[in-house]
């Protein structure tokens, strides 16, 4: 059973976050929701909306080089879950997929943003794909990274040491994490980045939001989420899968696996890529959002799916092919067959 009591009580008593600290940019603020205040970054403008998601112990402030590439001509939304960073959940926050995609929705009808591009990383892809299914009139289209079948998440989560030994026994991970946040942070940083690439960029800002009264719960989250057993996602919408190659911590995952929750999905497979593959290199994601030619390839797909309702278009891409708008890959119609769990393809790690 989740310890979550334990992080909820430590928010109270520890008081709130410092308001000083937490608006480090002239476009962060915090948001009201029913799990309390949360941390947001917002380019403002009327133009198409991206919404993204922390990917704890990521911060808002990892998303400098996004918001510069992308602002003039997105609008922006960046999120601190509930838990991370600067967004202290209140004391009903449950750390559910229901709640978290309760929030997201929250947010997107508040801020008038709506429908959306969700760019949502690894564990918040699943709460993309639950608002996505839940929600569709909110969702245009997706773009997620790091996020297998459900099944092979939870695998990976007990690899990685997420839902098992100390993070993952209640009480005992809580109190870790409130002690050792940024210990476990620049750990992170090291496992999850290619081989030999500096992680000072990546661990500096986490370190400075952790020491400055930020929150790191994922006790909590991951002692929730192993809990949830036997998820579905019905995805309608566009979407792409970004997977970063050189990601140590996913090297046993399977990334077509995927696959089984997107009726209109393509995995793109970049070998150079870490766990981060969106924010090691924006120009890499501005190229993807603005591929005209991908996106509408993929709505036609869904298209014909008001006729042929049991088909199901998904692409593999292998990792030997690395672009961003254009990897080579073959297209595949399951005709309502299920999809056989393949090995993971093959990789130079």
């Not at 591929?291 to 891409?317: I, M, P, Y």
Request: with cysteine.
């Amino acid at each position: 059973m989740a310890a979550k009591w334990v992080d909820l009580l430590r928010m109270r008593v520890g008081g709130s976050p410092s308001v000083e600290q937490a608006i480090t940019r002239p476009n962060i603020s915090f948001l009201q929701t029913p799990a309390g205040p949360i941390r947001i970054r917002d380019s403002g403008g009327q133009t198409p909306s991206v919404i993204f998601a922390c990917d704890g112990p990521n911060v808002l402030e990892h998303y400098d080089a996004v918001f510069e590439l992308l602002s003039p001509s997105h609008r922006l939304i960046c999120l601190e879950m509930p838990g991370f960073g600067f967004s202290w959940p209140s004391s009903s926050f449950d750390f559910s997929l229901q709640q978290y995609a309760a929030i997201v929705a929250h947010a997107i009808v508040t801020l008038r943003a709506g429908p959306v591009t969700l760019m949502f990383p690894c564990a918040w892809s699943y709460v993309a794909f639950l608002l996505a299914t839940n929600q569709p009139s909110l969702v245009d289209r997706l773009v997620v990274s790091q996020c297998p079948h459900w099944d092979e998440e939870q695998a990976w989560s007990s690899r990685v040491g997420m839902n098992s030994g100390l993070i993952g026994t209640p009480i005992i991970g809580q109190l870790f994490l409130a002690v050792a946040s940024q210990r476990v942070s620049d750990m992170w940083y090291n496992n999850a980045l290619p081989p030999g690439k500096p992680t000072n960029g990546f661990a500096d800002p986490a370190r400075k939001v952790l020491s400055g009264g930020g929150i790191f719960c994922l006790a909590s989250l991951a002692q929730t989420w192993a809990q949830a057993k036997n998820l579905s996602f019905k995805v309608t919408q566009p979407a792409v899968v970004m997977w970063g190659g050189s990601d140590r911590t996913h090297r046993r995952s399977n990334p077509n696996s995927v696959l089984e929750y997107l009726q209109s999905g393509k995995i793109l497979v970049f070998p150079e890529a870490g766990h981060f593959p969106e924010l090691e290199d924006p120009k890499r994601l501005k190229s993807l959002l603005e591929d005209e030619e991908l996106w509408n390839s993929l709505r036609f797909h869904h298209k014909g799916r008001a006729t042929e309702v049991e088909d199901r278009v998904a692409e593999d891409v292998k990792l030997g092919k690395s672009s961003t708008t254009n990897v080579d890959g073959n297209d595949r119609e399951d005709q309502g067959q299920p999809r056989e769990r393949r090995n993971p393809p093959d990789s130079h790690l």
